[in-house]
């Protein structure tokens, strides 16, 4: 067997350190996408930080609704429709529940805006809020759906429909696409007035 000349034998040695960088640079990606999935999340799962960005899980037990099928609901009459966008800038008075708002919201029409009830943990007033609207419209209609939603890559429609399901309620969906889905489908948007929740 012929044996490998002393040049070939310099280059592989050349290339061992840069074979090594390479391995060791994936294993410190891999480390830093795991950590910062920990600070993303909290212990139950739910998204607590940079809530704006892909969305690559489901939101378990909920499950996402496609556009198409919302879009052939009736949010308001056939289904329950929740916005969950913060009230970017808005002041609600936790006594009267009342919100005073910095910029005006559009959303679904029909739908029912409860601001900051999609973070990864809501204060809790404002998600008993959310909880009652549920109930209340489950008292009319058992069987119907419950669509979450905010914006397009948002997690916040995400956390409130695993919380909500993970609550016990069932038929709940959560509308990946959001607002700007649902307008780009060539479907209006409509200004929203806060869900008004006073205090416990």
Not at 83 to 90: M, Q, S
Not at 188 to 198: F, G, I, K, N, T
Request: charged share 20%; net charge neutral.
């Amino acid at each position: 067997m012929k044996m490998p000349g002393i040049k070939t034998f310099l280059a592989c040695a050349a290339l061992l350190p840069m074979m090594v960088a390479a391995g060791a640079s994936s294993h410190e990606e891999v480390a830093h996408s795991s950590a910062m999935e920990a600070v993303d999340f909290d212990p139950a799962g739910y998204r607590i930080a940079r809530y704006r960005g892909p969305i690559d899980r489901a939101p378990t037990p909920a499950t996402r609704i496609s556009l198409e099928r919302a879009l052939r609901l009736k949010p308001g009459e056939n289904a329950l429709f929740i916005d969950v966008l913060p009230a970017e800038g808005g002041v609600r008075d936790p006594i009267t529940g009342h919100w005073q708002l910095a910029d005006s919201h559009l959303t679904i029409p029909g739908a029912l805006w409860h601001p900051e009830t999609g973070r990864g943990h809501p204060e809790a007033a404002l998600w008993l809020g959310l909880r009652t609207t549920v109930a209340e419209a489950r008292k009319q209609s058992p069987a119907i759906p419950v669509v979450l939603f905010c914006r397009t890559d948002c997690w916040m429609g995400w956390n409130a429909a695993r919380r909500l399901s993970r609550d016990g309620f069932g038929n709940v969906h959560w509308l990946a696409e959001g607002i700007e889905g649902w307008h780009d489908a060539g479907k209006p948007l409509v200004p929203a007035a806060p869900a008004v929740v006073p205090a416990n």
